[in-house]
């Protein structure tokens, strides 16, 4: 029958095998340490305590409609997105914007985005003359 043999000494003798396996034990306890700390200080840990988006900001619920160029259907695109105020419209990058348009399909392809944050700007300082002015002068908009 043949044996297998580990040598487990270093080259000075000394036994090797139970200090790095101590080593790797502490390691793996540290690790499961940290990772039960970083879930319980990050909410990992509470998943029946999640409120869901829509609900979380019911109280901030804009008619984005009053943006020209946005009707009932692209209001209901944003809202999907997360848009749900004047204020988070007004940040909103162009891009973000026409990328919600575009996943929407072909029939939005002919709305521009261009203007509606900074119109948002506007009815989110409460500027409704100003805003009210130049969509007078906008067409869908633009």
Not at 105 to 113: F, V
Request: proline residues 3%; hydrophobic residues 45%.
């Amino acid at each position: 029958m043949l044996k297998l043999a580990v040598n487990t000494t270093a080259c000075d003798g000394s036994d090797v095998f139970f200090p790095w396996l101590l080593w790797l034990l502490g390691a793996f306890l540290l690790g499961l340490l940290l990772g039960w700390l970083l879930k319980q200080l990050f909410g990992g840990g509470n998943d029946d305590k999640v409120v869901p988006v829509a609900a979380a900001i019911d109280s901030v619920k804009d008619d984005l409609t009053k943006v020209e160029g946005i009707g009932p259907k692209i209001k209901g695109l944003l809202n999907n997105d997360g848009i749900w105020s004047f204020k988070q419209l007004s940040l909103a990058s162009t891009v973000r914007l026409q990328k919600i348009l575009d996943d929407a399909g072909s029939a939005y392809t002919i709305h521009n985005p261009r203007t509606w944050a900074a119109q948002a700007k506007l009815a989110d300082e409460g500027n409704w003359e100003e805003l009210k002015i130049w969509q007078d002068h906008l067409k869908g908009g633009l």
